[in-house]
């Protein structure tokens, strides 16, 4: 490991658009702020966000770096003032606001996390993001409880492997939705009590069956669009619908009378604008609650595919074509 390296490769996302506008290119390796730690990455995970950053759809935070990539893990190299924890030579995971796909990275301090025991300092860069998203979304905002039901859409994403998993752990019962027999009976064997094939069956109506007409207690949604109406009227009773994306768009027609007569919480959110002491809450409850899981060996991250940073193209195109289970990483 070179420590003192003056300039790193990164992904350069040359102007918006296809895949191939994502270049490998080199810049000056940046230095730590008060509160900030630099970290040398082995690895970074590949996000819907980034894609969207790549169109123009999702630009960066202002005064932000350009380069792509929300989540890393690596071995901190560098620490600016005021930081105790983690020290030099630590071998940690992060979310970060932009910038992992690059030798180096920039971390807020207070988010970082340790490599848990049964995961590799590589795979570790797949846990940020899903982990983040899925704990402050199902179990902060929608309050899913041992004994209730859960509904996660797309079920054989980073996002919903995840959510499959932790939902389990905590004593739900999980549904989910994927689009293909294989992703299906992936899901199942992860801990999904039930994983309906959306392009061959009405989910609504096999959700309704498998909840002998109830419904669910909580759905979380990447969908949007004509999910929104779905989604309200598979909720049972004080029912939660968690939005966090909108693949399908962000307008629907809904008839809010069931959300009325069901005293249905909608709610949702996003996780780059959130500031760090809010992130910082989530990482500290989440090496609490979850940590011990990863360490236990219980939940894991799931890894489709690893790429080289500059066949981050590839990366993308993999993720546009949906026909991943889990996880998509670059290694440096």
Same mark, same amino acid.
């Given at each position: 490991?070179?420590? @003192?390296?003056?300039?790193?490769?990164?992904?350069?996302?040359?102007?918006?658009?296809?895949?191939?506008?994502?270049?490998?290119?080199?810049?000056?390796?940046?230095?730590?702020? %008060?509160?900030?730690?630099?970290?040398?990455?082995?690895?970074?995970?590949?996000?819907?966000?980034?894609?969207?950053?790549?169109?123009?759809?999702?630009?960066?935070?202002?005064?932000?770096?350009?380069?792509?990539?929300?989540?890393?893990?690596? @071995?901190? !190299?560098?620490?600016?003032?005021?930081?105790?924890?983690?020290?030099?030579?630590?071998? !940690?995971?992060?979310?970060?606001?932009?910038?992992?796909?690059?030798?180096?990275?920039?971390?807020?301090?207070?988010?970082?996390?340790?490599?848990?025991?049964?995961?590799?300092?590589?795979?570790?860069?797949?846990?940020?993001?899903?982990?983040?998203?899925?704990?402050?979304?199902?179990?902060?905002?929608?309050?899913?409880?041992?004994?209730?039901?859960?509904? !996660?859409?797309?079920?054989?994403?980073?996002?919903?492997?995840?959510?499959?998993?932790?939902?389990?752990?905590?004593?739900?019962?999980?549904?989910?939705?994927?689009?293909?027999?294989?992703?299906?009976?992936?899901?199942?064997?992860?801990?999904?009590?039930?994983?309906?094939?959306?392009?061959?069956?009405?989910?609504?109506?096999?959700?309704?069956?498998?909840?002998?007409?109830?419904?669910?207690? !909580?759905?979380?949604?990447?969908?949007?669009?004509?999910?929104? %109406?779905?989604?309200?009227?598979?909720?049972?009773?004080?029912?939660?619908?968690?939005?966090?994306?909108?693949?399908?768009?962000?307008?629907?027609?809904?008839?809010?009378?069931?959300?009325?007569?069901?005293?249905?919480?909608?709610?949702?959110? @996003?996780?780059?604008?959130?500031?760090?002491?809010?992130?910082?809450?989530?990482?500290?409850?989440?090496?609490?609650?979850?940590?011990?899981?990863?360490?236990?060996? @219980?939940?894991?991250?799931?890894?489709?595919?690893?790429? %080289?940073?500059?066949?981050?193209?590839?990366?993308?195109?993999?993720?546009?074509?949906?026909?991943?289970?889990?996880?998509?990483?670059?290694?440096?």
């Amino acid at each position: 490991m070179n420590l @003192t390296a003056k300039t790193m490769n990164y992904i350069q996302i040359e102007k918006h658009g296809d895949p191939e506008v994502l270049k490998l290119d080199s810049m000056p390796v940046p230095e730590p702020g %008060p509160g900030e730690v630099l970290i040398r990455v082995a690895a970074a995970g590949v996000n819907r966000p980034d894609i969207m950053q790549r169109k123009g759809l999702y630009p960066p935070p202002p005064g932000a770096t350009a380069v792509p990539g929300l989540e890393i893990s690596g @071995t901190v !190299v560098g620490v600016g003032k005021n930081v105790s924890e983690p020290a030099l030579g630590s071998e !940690v995971c992060a979310l970060v606001v932009c910038g992992g796909y690059a030798e180096y990275c920039l971390a807020a301090a207070s988010i970082c996390l340790p490599i848990p025991g049964k995961v590799s300092l590589m795979d570790a860069a797949g846990l940020p993001e899903t982990f983040f998203t899925v704990w402050t979304n199902v179990f902060d905002r929608g309050q899913l409880k041992s004994g209730e039901s859960f509904l !996660v859409h797309g079920g054989s994403s980073g996002i919903g492997t995840t959510a499959i998993q932790l939902a389990k752990a905590f004593g739900a019962s999980v549904y989910t939705t994927a689009g293909t027999p294989e992703k299906c009976e992936f899901c199942e064997n992860l801990g999904a009590d039930a994983a309906i094939n959306y392009r061959e069956m009405d989910f609504s109506a096999e959700i309704k069956s498998l909840t002998e007409g109830r419904g669910v207690d !909580v759905i979380l949604d990447m969908v949007g669009g004509p999910y929104f %109406p779905k989604n309200i009227r598979l909720l049972a009773d004080e029912g939660r619908l968690v939005q966090i994306a909108l693949m399908q768009g962000s307008k629907a027609e809904v008839d809010f009378r069931s959300l009325l007569l069901k005293r249905v919480t909608l709610t949702g959110s @996003t996780l780059r604008p959130r500031s760090v002491e809010q992130k910082t809450e989530i990482a500290q409850s989440l090496r609490k609650n979850v940590w011990p899981l990863l360490d236990a060996g @219980t939940v894991r991250p799931i890894i489709h595919q690893t790429f %080289p940073l500059e066949q981050a193209a590839d990366a993308h195109r993999l993720m546009e074509s949906s026909t991943h289970i889990g996880k998509i990483l670059l290694k440096t």
